[in-house]
């Protein structure tokens, strides 16, 4: 986290199944630090993640959204190179 937050890197990190109270509390702080953003996972059948984004999540967030990962990715991206000087 440092080293990143050192080089201008920000950390989006993402939290998928399993992932535990102690292991989101971690990849908050981290995504907060470096400037980035904590993205979750969701499916449709919990026990199928090729069932599509869900609607429901066990992590303590309000006002989300749900995208499908690859719109997410994109729109991430495009939000940060929009904030980069034109020229």
Not at 15 to 44: H, M, N, P
Not at 63 to 71: C, F, H, I, Q, R
Request: aromatic share 6%.
């Amino acid at each position: 986290m440092l080293a990143a937050l050192g080089k201008g890197i920000k950390v989006f990190s993402v939290a998928a199944s399993g992932q535990d109270t102690t292991g989101e509390i971690v990849q908050r702080q981290i995504a907060q630090y470096t400037g980035g953003r904590f993205i979750f996972l969701t499916y449709k059948d919990a026990s199928d993640p090729g069932s599509g984004p869900g609607r429901e999540t066990v992590h303590d967030v309000a006002g989300y959204s749900v995208d499908t990962l690859d719109a997410l990715v994109l729109r991430l991206v495009r939000e940060e190179l929009a904030q980069l000087p034109r020229g």
